[in-house]
């Protein structure tokens, strides 16, 4: 399973959206219907933060600006208005879970024009 | 509130051992599989092993298995790993992860491994 994201870089003007893909190498769906793919930020010198789960489920206080989309093996978070607090990294993640297999995309570095 | 508090990492020669830990809080930690993920310096994450709530099933990433062990005591809510034959690509900050859904994180513990 690989998991490969695009762009790496992204520089974006305040106010302006922002889109990072990831593409699997293998479409993983579960006997209830979900597909896990989770979306995490990561602010400089924290740790991670899930802000999306099965595809496109917001975790609590994450703020709506934030969706995601897609099926199958093409995924996609979306920013609608970029602030400054969303600078940092983006990494999708994908598994199983049985037996148990994450991975994670190799990381999307957003940054303000 | 979940916490996860990891602790234990320090500097360490190649060839060495190492025990991580992490204290969790604010739930059931008995009801919740646990992982480990790291990540080496200005690089991306890896997840590198599981335990199940019971700590009857593990998984390993291949690049630690056979020199890590993750185990846990749920009468102390505490997530161990240990840490063996330690190689300079295993430096890196180590996070602890809760559950399936890996949607609390800890701070992290540095191990740093030279000579």
């Known amino acids: 399973l690989v998991l490969t994201q695009s762009p790496l870089s992204l520089p974006v003007t305040l106010g302006q959206p922002a889109s990072i893909s990831c593409k699997s190498s293998?479409?993983?769906?579960?006997?209830?219907?979900?597909?896990?793919l989770n979306w995490f930020q990561q602010r400089p010198g924290q740790s991670p933060r899930r802000l999306l789960y099965?595809?496109?489920d917001r975790d609590s206080g994450v703020p709506d600006r934030f969706s995601g989309s897609g099926s199958g093996t093409d995924f996609t978070l979306k920013i609608s208005r970029v602030e400054a607090e969303d600078v940092g990294v983006y990494y999708c993640?994908?598994?199983?879970?049985?037996?148990?297999?994450?991975?994670f995309g190799q990381g999307t570095k957003l940054e303000i024009k | 509130e979940v916490q996860l508090v990891e602790s234990g990492g320090g500097l360490l020669q190649p060839g060495g051992s190492l025990r991580l830990s992490c204290v969790a809080s604010?739930?059931?930690?008995?009801?919740?599989?646990m992982n480990w993920v790291r990540q080496a310096p200005g690089k991306g994450l890896e997840w590198i092993s599981y335990?199940?709530?019971?700590?009857?099933?593990?998984r390993y990433a291949d690049s630690v298995r056979g020199r890590f062990t993750i185990s846990r005591d749920n009468a102390k809510s505490l997530l161990y790993l240990q840490m063996n034959s330690l190689r300079a690509e295993d430096m890196g900050v180590y996070y602890c992860?809760?559950?399936?859904?890996?949607?609390?994180w800890g701070q992290g513990t540095l191990v740093t491994v030279s000579s």
């Open positions: 335990i199940s709530s019971t700590g009857s099933n593990m």
């Open positions: 293998q479409s993983i769906l579960y006997n209830d219907g979900n597909t896990f």
């Open positions: 993640m994908q598994g199983s879970h049985w037996p148990p297999r994450y991975i």
């Open positions: 992860a809760h559950g399936w859904g890996f949607d609390y």
């Open positions: 604010g739930f059931r930690f008995n009801s919740y599989a």
């Open positions: 099965s595809i496109s």
